[in-house]
């Protein structure tokens, strides 16, 4: 919709339940770029993809080597491929278009998430936030495993995951990691199980600095808004937290390095968390005062204006909608059904939740037809306002005509194929993107074809067979003369007729019938010509009635 024509009163934001999606069990989601594909990981290890203008499946992914649950789901920067993992460690890569496997990779522990590299148009590398092990930097095609650091315990900032070593004392457990990738992949953020923010270069597996969270809970989610100005958190702490991007877009690592040149003292993690403070700001931070719940699922909308977290307490589906200045603007009320997974469409304000029976709820803004003005240049008031006419307002040629000037501006060109920049467009959008799959259209049920032949046949059978009703008109004389009847004329009879010469008895009663013609035939049939006669007892008519009796 025209941003310029939208009521700058109303929130853009969802507001109702618009429609739902029914397809098996489905557990995660995500939207391509331009938010016309929807892709949804099912329990039954299928990846089905929704094109979301018609709300109908046009491709469905299987692999008949994984039929354990989908964790996630993650499209590449142009649509073409689909990172898939699985519960049962696996990571699959398809080729959406030819629905087709290019890879799959077997991990040591279950994938929770896993992101492709956001800088290329057909990705290799992924990332990947297992169970209970470290976040990794995988490579599907050669299946190299680069596990990332999540502290930074060691002066030069390298700190390698600790390996166990043979001891009778048990490791303890493994707190999930939470990263992603920037926005053109050549840092990755990790949220620890100490609340802290590691900014990690991955080619040369290093921490390039830290960021302290305020309360030191441990890190569930980390995402970056769509432009990567904005990265946002979740903690155990129940509270939603809101960073500001403080480096370039473009160059990140360039120019990440060289702050860290500058920076000469103090060494080891004084330094790197000195570094961080240059890098991310915190903006705003989000959290129920009143309930202290924890949230499920955050992210940003397409345009980076709204947060939403969905609600983790079990049998309510709850959504919470912020503006970035940090107000509550919306509280959606969904279904008794806990809530597991949630997107914002890019370009659109819809939301996507995914509750735990496994349904699709399409949230949508609930628009309010405005007639008060009914043209263009009409406006709208709030009360009323007295107006001044003009002393040449009704004259026929108005005073301000004759003196005005021309227009300045009248000569200029009007731009009418320019539009207005997208959230999801950038300087180096291709125009290979994949936005709509073919539809299969679907073939008619053969059922309804066979009722209907069987119908039909049923009908013929019917009309051939003499029922009791006319066999009992037969005997009485009331004979139908199908030789006069139009349509065999034209197309020479649709019934085959047996042609036999009649009997002795047939040729009495019909002599008996032109003597003594019956009371109820019509007056037609009292003057009916011997000729006629003659020529029904020539097809057989009487005969047949006469015969098979």
Not at 185 to 192: A, E, P, S, T
Not at 419 to 432: H, I, N, T
Not at 530 to 544: C, F, R
Request: with cysteine.
């Amino acid at each position: 919709m025209n941003a310029s024509i939208i009521d700058p009163l109303q929130g853009d934001f969802p507001e109702v339940i618009e429609e739902y999606l029914e397809h098996g069990f489905m557990k995660c989601i995500a939207f391509n770029r331009r938010g016309t594909l929807l892709a949804a990981g099912c329990s039954d290890g299928s990846c089905v993809i929704w094109d979301f203008e018609t709300r109908v499946i046009t491709k469905e992914l299987r692999d008949s080597e994984c039929v354990a649950a989908i964790t996630s789901v993650c499209w590449s920067k142009y649509g073409h491929r689909i990172l898939v993992s699985a519960a049962n460690k696996s990571l699959t890569l398809w080729d959406v278009v030819k629905g087709e496997k290019i890879t799959r990779t077997v991990l040591q522990q279950t994938p929770l998430q896993a992101r492709l590299h956001p800088g290329s148009s057909t990705p290799s590398l992924c990332l990947a936030c297992p169970l209970s092990s470290p976040p990794m930097v995988v490579d599907l095609i050669t299946g190299n495993m680069n596990v990332l650091p999540v502290v930074a315990d060691l002066g030069n900032g390298v700190a390698l995951p600790s390996k166990n070593k043979q001891s009778d004392v048990p490791p303890p457990p493994f707190t999930p990691t939470a990263a992603c990738f920037n926005k053109y992949g050549d840092l990755v953020y990790v949220g620890n199980s100490k609340g802290e923010i590691l900014i990690i270069d991955h080619k040369s597996n290093q921490v390039r600095s830290l960021v302290p969270v305020s309360g030191g809970a441990v890190i569930k989610n980390i995402v970056f808004s769509r432009n990567g100005q904005y990265l946002l958190t979740n903690s155990n702490d129940r509270t939603i937290r809101i960073y500001e991007n403080l480096l370039p877009l473009k160059n990140e690592l360039v120019a990440l390095c060289d702050l860290d040149k500058t920076i000469d003292e103090p060494a080891g993690v004084e330094k790197l968390k000195l570094v961080g403070s240059k890098c991310l700001s915190l903006f705003r931070e989000f959290q129920d005062s009143i309930t202290k719940m924890h949230w499920k699922a955050p992210c940003f909308s397409g345009d980076g204006e709204w947060v939403i977290g969905g609600s983790a307490s079990k049998g309510e589906h709850k959504i919470y909608i912020w503006d970035r200045a940090g107000h509550l603007v919306k509280i959606l009320e969904g279904p008794k059904e806990a809530l597991i997974d949630l997107a914002w469409h890019p370009v659109h304000p819809i939301i996507v939740s995914v509750s735990l029976v496994g349904w699709v709820y399409i949230w949508a803004k609930d628009y309010t037809e405005n007639w008060s003005a009914f043209a263009p240049d009409f406006k709208e008031l709030e009360e009323n306002e007295e107006y001044v006419e003009r002393e040449d307002e009704f004259d026929l040629i108005p005073e301000t005509e004759k003196v005005k000037g021309s227009d300045v501006n009248e000569d200029d060109e009007v731009d009418i194929v320019a539009v207005d920049k997208d959230a999801f467009s950038d300087s180096d959008m291709s125009q290979e993107e994949l936005r709509f799959l073919p539809a299969i259209p679907c073939p008619d049920v053969p059922e309804q074809q066979d009722k209907c032949v069987l119908s039909s046949s049923k009908l013929i059978d019917g009309n051939n067979s003499g029922s009791p009703l006319s066999e009992e008109a037969g005997q009485n004389g009331q004979a139908v003369n199908h030789s006069s009847s139009p349509l065999e004329d034209d197309t020479g009879g649709t019934h085959v007729k047996r042609k036999r010469k009649p009997s002795e008895k047939g040729l009495e009663l019909q002599a008996e019938k032109v003597r003594k013609p019956l009371k109820s035939s019509s007056r037609s049939s009292k003057v009916k010509s011997k000729s006629t006669i003659d020529q029904e007892m020539s097809n057989g008519v009487y005969g047949d009635d006469v015969s098979d009796e």
